[in-house]
């Protein structure tokens, strides 16, 4: 079946640090790919998107490449802030999927002054 | 307007009542979803309308009853509810026909049973 690994948290930053959330999935086929990010209070919004292998999604200064050789799809952004603190979470969409999403069990990220 | 919306945002309720929550979207979307969120888990899904019929009910037990009046609004009728029912409700949006499947997410309902 289809399953998407995170790395488990919390993640403690300083501003202005590197972030990376490693994200690996397990499908067959070539699932599309997201990130979702959930502020403390709130629902869901779309970060970034991808769609076929080598892709790369960007949004707000994050970022994240398809890779299917690795069956990956890391999340990085160069310089936090702390606006940044909230709850990432990684899913797919398998091919054909009938629109479910599978999603990650979500990692939180904190980052301070 | 990427906007989803529901009603209301916060909803405390007895193992008794009946109770209902909205969702509403203008995006044209033909698929709108309801899914569970507990503290510091991922959310999960519990019913999926395409063009207003149910499609996908994941074994959702029936004091949850879905409606879907018309292609804007979604509604989850509540019944007998169990304190472990208590989570956070969320309701999604997407086009049925995009191949990438994304899905707009409104804020939320937080749900409390007492």
């Known amino acids: 079946g289809n399953s998407v690994t995170q790395m488990e948290g919390p993640v403690t930053l300083s501003e202005e640090a590197f972030l990376t959330i490693n994200c690996t999935y397990t499908a067959t086929g070539y699932p599309s790919l997201f990130w979702y990010v959930q502020y403390p209070g709130e629902g869901l919004q779309l970060l970034l998107k991808?769609?076929?292998?080598?892709d790369k999604g960007s949004n707000k200064g994050f970022e994240a490449t398809y890779r299917k050789e690795t069956t990956s799809f890391h999340l990085e952004k160069g310089s936090v802030q702390v606006s940044d603190s909230a709850v990432y979470f990684c899913?797919?969409?398998?091919?054909?999927?009938?629109?479910?999403?599978?999603f990650g069990t979500g990692t939180q990220l904190k980052v301070e002054l | 307007d990427t906007e989803v919306t529901q009603t209301p945002k916060h909803l405390v309720m007895g193992m008794t009542n009946k109770k209902s929550l909205k969702c509403e979207q203008h995006m044209g979307h033909r698929a709108m979803y309801w899914y569970k969120q507990k503290a510091k888990k991922p959310p999960e899904l519990m019913f999926v309308?395409?063009?207003?019929?149910?499609?996908i009910n994941e074994s959702v037990p029936s004091r949850f009853s879905p409606e879907c009046p018309n292609s804007s609004l979604l509604n989850l009728h509540l019944h007998a509810l169990q304190p472990e029912d208590s989570a956070l409700y969320l309701c999604?949006?997407?086009?049925?026909?995009?191949?990438?499947?994304?899905?707009?997410f409104g804020p939320g309902t937080r749900l409390t049973v007492t």
């Open positions: 999604a949006s997407s086009q049925e026909r995009d191949r990438v499947g994304e899905q707009y």
């Open positions: 309308y395409s063009y207003e019929k149910l499609s």
């Open positions: 899913a797919l969409r398998r091919t054909g999927g009938g629109n479910k999403l599978t």
């Open positions: 991808a769609t076929k292998a080598d």
